[in-house]
């Protein structure tokens, strides 16, 4: 069964530091999410990608957030300048159709220091 | 806007009992709504979905969930659990008039005792 990926499974960053976060969604999903979720606390929605351009965002997806999607199967988080905050659990996801179930990768767990 | 509440943080079943865990929802529009399960150390798996039609719906690992409109509820049930059926359970809703986000509740860690 088609998986979405993400690497790397676990990425250490001093706090100032740009990060990217990777995923390659399933192949013939046309929507594409990031979520997090910090130690003990709920998974939160950050952003939604369609048609190359966000659909939707979040409070959380500030300036310091964008993503990408640079060539067909690559989507991006990046965070421009990380904060001791940004230290979670990132999901990425992706879907068929609006509506449609959210397929999700294993997550990118980003420590800063 | 939409919102979801878990009711109980943690659950413990002995094997073989009945598993409830329980999701409200509040939503100004038909929702979507949805269950997930994370084993440690994964992603989340989706465990079954509504969306229209049939309120009773079922899922993987003979999980199933009944859309109550009236009570604004979404209880996930299996009728004996197992021990790998140990994991955290997330209920999720997104409005079918947007698709978009989804709103996840607190999450219900099970735990199943031998």
């Known amino acids: 069964e088609p998986e979405v990926t993400q690497t790397p499974s676990h990425q250490v960053t001093q706090m100032g530091q740009e990060v990217i976060l990777r995923c390659v969604p399933i192949?013939?999903?046309?929507?594409f999410y990031w979520y997090r979720q910090i130690l003990g606390q709920k998974v939160e929605f950050l952003v939604s990608?369609?048609?190359?351009?966000?659909?939707?965002k979040s409070e959380i997806f500030d300036d310091q957030f964008s993503v990408e999607r640079p060539d067909g199967s690559n989507f991006t988080l990046k965070i421009r300048s990380t904060k001791l905050e940004d230290s979670a659990m990132y999901f990425c996801?992706?879907?068929?159709?609006?509506?449609?179930?959210?397929?999700f990768g294993d997550g990118t767990r980003l420590s800063i220091l | 806007a939409q919102s979801v509440t878990q009711l109980g943080s943690h659950v413990s079943v002995s094997e073989g009992a009945l598993v409830l865990l329980r999701c409200n929802y509040s939503?100004?529009?038909?929702?979507?709504l949805f269950w997930y399960v994370q084993y440690p150390n994964q992603g989340l798996q989706l465990l079954l979905k509504?969306?229209?039609?049939?309120?009773l719906v079922k899922g993987i690992n003979g999980f199933e969930a009944e859309f109550k409109k009236s009570e604004t509820s979404f209880h996930l049930t299996k009728p004996s659990a197992h021990m790998s059926d140990a994991a955290e359970y997330f209920c999720?809703?997104?409005?079918?008039?947007?698709?978009?986000?989804?709103?996840f509740g607190g999450g219900t860690r099970l735990m199943v005792k031998p």
């Open positions: 996801a992706s879907s068929g159709n609006k509506g449609k179930p959210q397929h």
């Open positions: 192949s013939n999903h046309l929507y």
């Open positions: 990608f369609y048609n190359n351009e966000i659909s939707e």
């Open positions: 939503s100004s529009v038909p929702p979507y």
């Open positions: 509504y969306t229209t039609g049939a309120t």
């Open positions: 999720a809703v997104t409005l079918n008039n947007a698709g978009n986000m989804l709103t």
